[in-house]
């Protein structure tokens, strides 16, 4: 069992940037893949990026190539997600996840809210 704890969002004027963490329980944190989706008002839920279990593999969805950049820890349990050039489409609700593989993430935090005003 793996608990997923969110923190670091907010409201941000566009350009500015944040840094989203998140805090993992457990001393399995390097067995799984992490993730970042997001899911904005209205609409489903969105792959963001992810991170294999050591860093050597990361992914972005193509809306936040080059401004996002996603990174873990394993001494310390975290994954994080560092946010510039923000954007107004950016705003949304921010998940962490943890999986056995990019296929199926078995375990989700309960979200934190990234608002960018124009």
């Known amino acids: 069992q793996v608990q997923l704890v969110e923190s670091g969002g907010g409201l941000v004027q566009a350009g500015g940037s944040l840094r989203l963490s998140c805090a993992a329980s457990?001393?399995?944190?390097?067995?799984?893949?992490m993730a970042w989706f997001r899911q904005a008002p209205g609409k489903g839920r969105d792959f963001v990026a992810d991170?294999?279990?050591?860093?050597?593999?990361?992914y972005y969805a193509d809306s936040v190539k080059g401004r996002f950049t996603i990174s873990r820890d394993n001494a310390k349990n975290t994954v994080y997600l560092q946010m510039n050039s923000l954007k107004p489409e950016d705003t949304a609700v921010y998940y962490c996840?943890?999986?056995?593989?990019?296929?199926?993430?078995?375990?989700w935090g309960q979200g934190t809210q990234v608002t960018v005003s124009s």
């Open positions: 996840a943890a999986g056995g593989d990019r296929s199926q993430y078995t375990y």
């Open positions: 991170i294999g279990r050591y860093g050597g593999s990361i």
């Open positions: 457990g001393r399995t944190f390097s067995r799984y893949i």
